[in-house]
Structures are given as C-alpha cells and as structure tokens.
C-alpha cells in the first residue's frame, strides 16, 4: 500500500508538503498539489482512517442499537439511518440486542471500543434502563429513538403516539362506530401505553364506553394479534371495530378473523398503526396511521451530529406526527 512517502518521492516533494495537500492543512500551489493528487492516484493513495480519527479524535462512525423484533418497521428506520449516515459521510456500525440484557451490554462495549462518535438507540423501554447509565458517557452524544426510555440526558426522537391513538379511534368513530375494541402493546413500552390513552381519550370524549374485555394487552408481533382476536372472538360479543396499535398486530388479527370466517372488514374493521410497507399489499389492504420512520432515523443521525457541533446544547425531544392512511380495512357504517 502507497504511502506519504511514496507520494513525495514520486511528485518530488517533501512528505510533509504532501500531507498539507492531501489533509488541506495549509496552502500550497496549485501546479505543486496537482503533481502531489497526480502522484497520489497513480499510486492507488488511500487515506489512513484510522490515522486520521487519532489526529482529528473522530472516527466518523455512528453506533447504533436496535431491539429484536420481526417487524419491518425496524429496516425502514434503519434504512434512514443508514442513507443519511451516509449522506453525511459516516459509516454506521449496527447491533442487534436480540433483546437480552447481557449481549446489548457486549454490544455497547463493542461499539465504545470501535470509538463511535455517537450512539443511537431503539431499544426497548425496560432493556435501555437496565443497561444503559447515560452519566457514565458524557463526551459521547447518545440519541434515544422511538423504541427507548426517556431521559434528561440525552436527545429525545418519537412519533406522537398518544395522537397518533386518538386518530385511529376517532377514524373508526366518524365511520359510525360505537362498539370499538384495542389490541395494545406491552403497556411497559411507553410508545404501546401513549397509543392506548389516546385511544382512551377519543373514545371518553366521544361518550362511548370502553369495555374492558375488548382491551388487550400483546406484544407488537404477528402471534400477538393473533392470539388477541381469538380471545376477542370468543367473548360474548364482539365489537364492530377494532385499533391494533402496530400493523404486525394487525396482520395477525386478520389472520385469525379469517380462520375463523369473520369477514374484515365486514363484521369487523380493523386499523393498524405505522404504515410499514406491505401494509397496502395486504387483504384486505390496511388503513392504519402512518408513523415517518425514514423520517425519524433521518432526524436522529442529524441530532446526532448536531450534539457533535455543540456538545453544551440542552437535550431535546423532537416530536414527529403521525397522519391517516386510508385502504380498505375499514366499513363505513355512515
């Protein structure tokens, strides 16, 4: 591999006129620098990244750690995050906590030792909590993403759930429905307890009541709402629609509704939450609330970076808002 020296030796210039031009540390002539860039790809120059994060005490590289789960919501932040790291001239190193506590605390120390610049994290609520000790990290900018606790000490990125469940259920009420029921997430997550008091907060202000049979808790996973719109469809009655608070959920319920020759949305409507991709592809294709995932890890690389400008600034929370999507899974009783 082509050094410095070798550059100098062929261009006919000292090594560290050479550096100068390349590192653009100093100025020096143009007809000098074109003979040093000439000399430099002849000989296949590349740039020590490693030697250059020590000079300049960056490596321009992002951590960041994401929670197990089979949904693609995760890739399509994820997808986010990668482009706008690469935008921006980062690369991105990507962990996956597989949810246990023990491998997500192997995972920081990986990515502590790779001399991250930043770390994003959209781990689950519990998981962020047990491990992380913000404190222990002053000098390195950590931004907490949707999936994540919320803490004073570090920048703050979420879709408004709490919104976000209101306008699902208030869709479902201006299409004429009285009888709604909810499928939540684990209501330890604070995105899955936001989504249920929203849902909460429409229904109450709508007059309407809320039976408590018709509200389960799952998991965010295709078995969740599966499992769930069995139990549903074994009560003594059934409502006429129902918000599953994420579209794997969704799917699941759909599925068992099926199995069961329920017809959505028929006998049931059903609205999901987060607009991930094959959502429209679906039968019947999902109404559900659009959450901006390329949108939020664009927003967290940038806070990210942001914190590297100006390290003193107070932490924030950057709230994206959710909209309506309208398909086909919901009957209008109107």
Avoid at 62 to 68: E, I, K, R, S
Avoid at 288 to 301: D, E, F, M, N, S
Wanted: glycine letters at 6%; aromatic letters at 6%; one cysteine or more.
């Amino acid at each position: 591999m082509a050094t410095m020296k070798d550059i100098a030796k062929q261009a006919g210039v000292s090594t560290s006129t050479v550096s100068h031009v390349i590192n653009q540390t100093r100025y020096v002539s143009d007809d000098i620098a074109e003979r040093v860039n000439l000399a430099a790809k002849q000989l296949n120059y590349a740039p020590s990244a490693l030697a250059r994060s020590l000079k300049m005490n960056r490596t321009k590289t992002l951590g960041m750690l994401v929670t197990t789960s089979t949904n693609p919501f995760f890739g399509e932040v994820v997808k986010g995050v990668e482009r706008s790291c690469y935008q921006q001239g980062y690369n991105l190193i990507l962990c996956n906590t597989e949810g246990d506590e023990q491998r997500m605390r192997a995972s920081i120390d990986t990515l502590l030792q790779k001399r991250v610049d930043g770390l994003m994290l959209m781990c689950t609520t519990l998981e962020c909590q047990q491990v992380m000790d913000f404190e222990r990290y002053p000098d390195i900018p950590v931004v907490v993403m949707d999936w994540g606790p919320t803490v004073d000490v570090s920048d703050k990125i979420l879709d408004n759930s709490y919104q976000g469940g209101m306008m699902a259920t208030q869709y479902l009420i201006d299409c004429g429905h009285k009888h709604i029921g909810c499928i939540t997430g684990p209501l330890s997550q604070h995105q899955a307890l936001n989504r249920l008091q929203g849902y909460q907060a429409a229904m109450q202000q709508a007059g309407l009541v809320i039976k408590d049979e018709w509200v389960i808790e799952s998991n965010f996973e295709c078995e969740g709402g599966y499992d769930a719109m069995n139990t549903l469809l074994a009560c003594t009655s059934q409502p006429t629609a129902l918000f599953a608070s994420n579209d794997m959920m969704a799917m699941g319920a759909i599925n068992a509704a099926s199995k069961h020759q329920v017809a959505i949305p028929e006998t049931i409507s059903i609205i999901g939450y987060d607009d991930i991709r094959i959502a429209e592809f679906m039968t019947p294709a999902l109404t559900t609330i659009h959450q901006p995932k390329y949108r939020l890890g664009k927003a967290a690389v940038e806070a990210v970076l942001a914190r590297l400008q100006s390290a003193d600034a107070k932490p924030q929370m950057i709230k994206l808002e959710p909209t309506l999507v309208e398909r086909h899974s919901v009957k209008s009783l109107c």
